[in-house]
């Protein structure tokens, strides 16, 4: 039936198929119009075929089988994970939560420990206490290599439950490179032999890791998805250099370690980003002499992005973490947490906490994606775009290792300086809308007005708010040489502060729709004026179509409108806009919504304000504003 099929369609050649395509452009730019040029610094083809696939070494391979790009399991099922917080040392409270959570869909769970206190085998007992371990994986994060004692305490503990110690899965992330990513320095001299002496004391425990890999931070400080691999990769590396010159075995090292990413809303890209970590991991491990199988296994812990996550119209955060999750999902994570769509501006209610463990219990029990292993495989696009990123990430991770390795090249400064490249180009995007954050710098909600809980800190890149919090270095270590730490931040804080400006400001702006001529056009541009002036908290005070020019000023000045914006066709505006501003006198600010031919003609008589699609969307409110008397944050 099949053969039968395929034999009504005569095959089409890429030749024919771009012959039509250069055609249908009508002499426009092949490149510019289809080809997308990436913040990853690759490019992406408008359409991928079978013969795309050739030259990819990895196909035909496995789940579970080396180089691991299609998982490594051969199931799909992934751990739903939860953080908890115990830093008051509060550890019967902690456990009383995680019993709940774990009736309520949580299969694995994180502890957010006291990084200052050396936590006992009685502390272990009480916050663990009905907990099986041989069943529910336990993170404790947070840790501090100078109470690396915890360690300890946790096994004997665990030693005295006389349970199987294969089947004990627990994580502690000790990570002295994320204290030098985030603090600008880290006691070098100590920190790898002491993680060293944590890989050796859990031996005997197969399933127990204490080396952390922070992709996380990266994520938060604005960096593309290539800089994200590259850059953990490089922490991984060093860690097994590192540790294999203190006699550490590449296989213990490896087997110790767990990745920690951010899941971006990129949807293919971040599909395409966990199966290129996993593919060059396993290269880089076998490169350092090892056979071992399971140590070339990547075990990664993603969290839906803060990066993302928006103050204003926050609701729409459970949207964003949902396509996230299922580009963890599909791409086959071992663990994943999805993050509440407050948590950027509040302590998470049992709602929000609710919302984000549901939405990966519907993935799993009534999505069914733990159903299938490596759903994308064989899609020609996910394919390209993961070789693609693979590519990329191994170029810049070569330039890092060559320079020195991940310590070197940070207190360089070449990891800052590359990330901010990336993030300034994403501001920028963000500030001329060329990205999209929704409800925040495009389509925002007219009438909502900040919380009492939203301040000028949350929306400052001053105080970071990321989950991972950073890790103090207590030690008596001098640091002359601190290099520039990462800055987390989120990408919607510079509209959100602007707007916070308004909604603080003790006044109500509104910005009038004078609208009238060509209906299509005078909709077109109330519609496009509207959300570009309710995106800073300006009153929006929209109308279909006046009569007269007459009577729209009239009813602006009768509302009292402290902005009207004039929106018609280009053809309309030289002989209206002057009668507009006439009219209006002094009375509120004219602004033009396009860029008229005749704009030079109107500036020449004193109009000067314009707003159109080309505008720097942020800057332009700003000079608003100031206008209307309203001061930033």
């Not at 990819?56 to 299609?70: A, D, H, I, N, T």
């Not at 809303?265 to 991991?281: D, G, P, T």
């Not at 520039?484 to 990408?491: A, H, M, S, T, V």
């Not at 505006?573 to 396009?594: C, D, F, H, M, R």
Request: contains cysteine.
């Amino acid at each position: 039936m099949a053969n039968k099929l395929f034999t009504e369609f005569p095959p089409v050649s890429t030749e024919q198929w771009e012959e039509v395509i250069i055609k249908d452009l009508k002499g426009a730019d092949y490149e510019k119009k289809l080809v997308w040029r990436t913040q990853e610094g690759f490019n992406v083809r408008p359409y991928y075929r079978a013969e795309d696939l050739k030259n990819l070494k990895y196909m035909g391979s496995e789940p579970g089988v080396f180089p691991f790009v299609r998982g490594t399991k051969k199931d799909n099922d992934w751990f739903i994970h939860q953080g908890i917080c115990c830093c008051d040392n509060d550890f019967a409270r902690a456990n009383k939560e995680a019993k709940v959570l774990l009736s309520k869909g949580v299969e694995s769970l994180g502890f957010y420990i006291d990084d200052t206190k050396v936590q006992t085998k009685e502390d272990y007992a009480l916050l663990l206490n009905g907990i099986s371990l041989s069943k529910v994986p336990v993170s404790f994060c947070g840790c501090c290599l100078k109470t690396a004692e915890s360690l300890k305490n946790f096994l004997k503990y665990v030693d005295s439950l006389e349970i199987d110690k294969e089947a004990i899965r627990a994580i502690f992330d000790f990570n002295p490179l994320m204290v030098l990513t985030t603090k600008g320095y880290f006691c070098e001299d100590k920190a790898f032999g002491i993680l060293a002496d944590c890989v050796k004391a859990v031996e005997q425990y197969k399933n127990i890791r204490v080396i952390a890999v922070d992709a996380f931070t990266f994520n938060g400080a604005g960096a593309s998805s290539v800089q994200e691999l590259a850059f953990a990769l490089a922490e991984g590396s060093e860690y097994l250099s590192r540790l294999t010159e203190l006699g550490v075995s590449v296989k213990e090292v490896a087997k110790r370690m767990t990745f920690s990413f951010a899941v971006g809303s990129n949807y293919f890209m971040e599909i395409a980003k966990f199966r290129a970590a996993r593919l060059l991991w396993a290269n880089i491990v076998e490169s350092y002499g090892t056979e071992s199988n399971c140590a070339k296994k990547m075990n990664i812990v993603a969290t839906t992005s803060e990066w993302n996550q928006t103050v204003y119209d926050a609701y729409v955060n459970m949207l964003r973490a949902t396509t996230e999750a299922m580009s963890a999902a599909i791409a086959g994570v071992n663990y994943l947490e999805v993050v509440p769509y407050d948590f950027a501006f509040r302590v998470p209610t049992d709602f929000s906490n609710r919302i984000a463990r549901n939405v990966q219990n519907i993935l799993k029990e009534e999505s069914h994606f733990n159903k299938v292993v490596d759903p994308a495989a064989g899609s020609y696009y996910i394919e390209n775009l993961t070789n693609s990123l693979a590519n990329a990430a191994w170029d810049l991770f070569k330039k890092i290792e060559d320079g020195g390795g991940y310590v070197v090249k940070f207190k360089e400064g070449f990891i800052q300086s590359e990330i901010k490249a990336v993030s300034d180009k994403k501001d920028k995007n963000i500030a001329t809308r060329r990205e999209t954050l929704l409800g925040t710098n495009q389509y925002p909600n007219f009438l909502e007005k900040a919380d009492e809980c939203i301040t000028k800190e949350i929306v400052s890149r001053d105080i970071p708010t990321m989950m991972g919090a950073t890790i103090e270095c207590k030690s008596s270590c001098q640091h002359p040489d601190a290099a520039e730490p990462l800055k987390p931040y989120r990408g919607a804080e510079a509209f959100e502060a602007l707007r916070l400006a308004t909604d603080r400001s003790g006044k109500e702006p509104k910005a009038f729709m004078l609208t009238f001529g060509n209906l299509a056009m005078c909709r077109a541009r109330a519609q496009f004026s509207s959300n570009f002036f309710a995106v800073a908290g300006i009153k929006v005070v929209d109308n279909n179509r006046f009569a007269t020019i007459e009577e729209g000023v009239e009813a602006a000045i009768e509302a009292k409108a402290d902005i009207v914006v004039a929106c018609s066709s280009d053809d309309e505006y030289a002989e209206a806009v002057p009668q507009i501003a006439e009219l209006l006198g002094n009375k509120a600010v004219l602004v033009v919504a396009g860029d008229p031919e005749c704009r030079e003609a109107l500036t020449a008589k004193g109009i000067t304000n314009f707003i159109n699609v080309k505008c720097n969307v942020l800057e332009t409110l700003k000079d608003y504003q100031q206008l209307l008397g309203i001061k930033e944050l």
